[in-house]
């Protein structure tokens, strides 16, 4: 995989944090369902802060209510109670227009099933963010080589992603991910869909990412993944049990587990 790139910073945001100080801030964060008469609580009182530049991988069971957070910190759904600050913004009030607008601009997705669309070519899947931040054709072309090459890409551009195999898939959603030059990077289970030696690929690809500046959040069911973080937060029944890096989750896993 192709790792040359003139100027690996292009694909840092400019929101105004400064490097390891608070870019996601929740703050007694609930998420409350009702369910045939009976309250849940999906999230149950989560205050977190992530810094700039970290490399934080969620993890829990099914029904945790990881899933309910990620959706919180990508503004696609919003908290029952508590707030959430994002490069000091509340996201919390905000109407739909401007949480659209927070997605668009602030986060970049990186999903288990890529969502890519198939007709397009390599080159316009990873325009598609700053067609709608309103940039100019020569200018989206430019920005969208450059991720495109950052990834290993660039000269499949004029192949459709059904031409791709899953880890150039997972890739060119990557490449897509970072063009806007987003505060976050939200990693949905990013393997979920690939091979064990993929997977390490890709994640590869992560870590060097973050290695370079980016603010990533990965969501994972697995342990195993979330090892190639740096510091990982545990999920269990809508509450924190474990934040922590990776070295003390690992021993944290050891008792879990009773060995």
């Not at 992530?50 to 309910?68: D, H, L, P, Q, Y």
């Not at 029944?237 to 934040?243: E, L, S, T, V």
Request: aromatic residues 6%; contains cysteine; glycine residues 10%.
């Amino acid at each position: 995989m192709s790792r040359e790139l003139t100027n690996e910073r292009a694909f840092l945001s400019d929101d105004g944090v400064a490097p390891g100080e608070p870019l996601i801030e929740l703050r007694n964060i609930y998420k409350i369902y009702y369910m045939g008469g009976e309250e849940v609580h999906a999230n149950d009182g989560i205050s977190l802060t992530i810094n700039k530049g970290e490399f934080v991988a969620i993890v829990g069971k099914s029904g945790s209510g990881k899933s309910t957070l990620m959706n919180i910190i990508g503004a696609l759904d919003v908290p029952t109670f508590g707030e959430y600050f994002l490069a000091g913004e509340d996201t919390s009030e905000m109407t739909d227009d401007e949480l659209s607008e927070v997605r668009n601009n602030r986060i970049g997705f990186i999903f288990q099933q890529y969502n890519l669309l198939m007709k397009l070519n390599l080159l316009e899947n990873v325009e598609l963010p700053l067609l709608y931040k309103g940039y100019g054709k020569k200018e989206r072309e430019e920005k969208a080589m450059e991720a495109l090459k950052r990834v290993g890409l660039d000269e499949k551009w004029k192949s459709t992603p059904l031409q791709l195999s899953g880890g150039q898939q997972q890739r060119l959603s990557i490449a897509r991910a970072l063009c806007a030059r987003p505060s976050i990077i939200l990693a949905d289970e990013p393997t979920g869909a690939l091979d064990s030696r993929t997977s390490k690929d890709v994640l590869g690809l992560i870590t060097e990412l973050n290695k370079e500046g980016n603010t990533i959040v990965m969501i994972t069911h697995d342990p195993s993944i979330a090892m190639y973080s740096k510091r990982v937060v545990e999920i269990m029944d809508g509450r924190i049990i474990f934040d922590g890096d990776v070295k003390a989750y690992a021993d944290h896993r050891k008792l879990q587990n009773g060995n």
